[in-house]
């Protein structure tokens, strides 16, 4: 029986603030957690202490900052468990979020990683959006599960999850001899390292479980990097998809359909965010290259939106 020993890795830089709450989120687990990593990302502030408190109840690593992949990799590495969770420090857990995979892992070992919806709050703790009703592949899948918590992914239905995922890092569960098979997460990237390797991981999968009740919080900051400078995460989204380079064209049929419609979309909001910050032709040129690889309605729609401003 693959019964599941998660290791929960929990990537903080300067993370002092909020990281009381993620770690108390994962302790209060109905499945225990086989192990906690807090990987310090080269923190100035607190964290270490933080952490320290925790006492044998935490791991505690730390490295140079090098970014939040590498941290995830070196948890991933250092982990002793079978299974891997991940939970970004600003982040944090509902009750069942481990309880609700491992269930379902014990049932059924021919799953090749486990998902789920999860909330989007503002730092006042104010409901924004579940992910699942905000995006496509998470609305088809509702229609799919009709009311049932658990529902299996596969097949064509991972096309709109490549495209428009949403399940995100917190609510992703899978064996760690995969993580470790994949790479980890790729070093270099700021924004969209999750989709990078989430591409990869669908690759290479048959069937997924996805849990269709929320599972966690993201943390929204209006004062995110992302946010501050939209022109800059926009930029950054579609270099971390185009880094995929070569394997893309190696990708399954229905995943490489799935990234073409991704990096279009990707194209278009750097697009966009370009417009709105007054540079028309680098918004112009930003979009093209969507319309000379994949041409169709689509891609000249974009590229009309654009030159409408």
């Known amino acids: ?48 202490a933080v952490a320290a408190a925790y006492g044998d109840k935490v791991r505690y690593l730390y490295q140079v900052n090098a970014g939040v992949s590498a941290a995830r990799n070196a948890g991933a590495r250092a982990a002793s468990g079978n299974w891997l969770a991940f939970l970004d ?49 998470g609305q088809a899948l509702l229609r799919k599960a009709t009311g ?14 490549v495209a428009d995922h949403f399940g ?40 997924a479980g996805v849990i269709c009740a929320p599972m966690a919080v993201y943390l929204i900051h209006p004062a995110s990097a992302t946010r501050a400078n939209p022109v800059q995460a926009q930029f950054e989204n579609v270099r971390t998809l185009l880094a995929l380079g070569e394997q893309a064209a190696n990708l399954p049929a229905v995943v490489r359909r799935g990234y073409t419609t991704r990096l279009r979309q990707a194209r278009l909001n ?3 965010a370009l417009s709105k910050s007054g540079k028309r032709m680098d918004a112009l040129r930003a979009v093209l290259p ?17 030159l409408k401003g």
């Open 168 to 207: 995100d890092t917190h609510t992703l569960s899978l064996p760690l001899a995969t993580f470790l098979a994949l790479g980890g997460y790729p070093a270099g990237f700021k924004v969209c390292e999750d989709v990078h390797f989430l591409i990869r991981l669908v690759a290479r999968s048959r069937l």
């Open 1 to 48: 029986m693959n019964t599941p020993r998660f290791s929960v890795i929990i990537p903080a830089y300067n993370a002092a603030a909020t990281l009381v709450r993620a770690l108390d989120s994962v302790l209060a687990q109905t499945w225990a957690a086989h192990e906690i990593i807090v990987v310090d990302d080269g923190s100035s502030d607190a964290t270490t």
């Open 290 to 306: 969507s319309l000379i690889e994949t041409p169709g309605v689509t891609s000249v729609r974009n590229l009309l939106s654009i």
């Open 89 to 137: 420090a600003d982040d944090w857990y509902y009750p069942n979020r481990l309880k609700w995979h491992g269930d379902w892992i014990m049932r059924d070992a021919t799953l090749d990683f486990l998902t789920g919806d999860y909330e989007y709050r503002d730092p006042a703790g104010a409901l924004l959006a579940t992910s699942m009703v905000s995006k496509r592949s």
């Open 148 to 161: 049932a918590r658990e529902v299996v992914m596969q097949g064509e239905e991972f096309e709109a999850f």
């Open 270 to 272: 750097l697009g966009y």
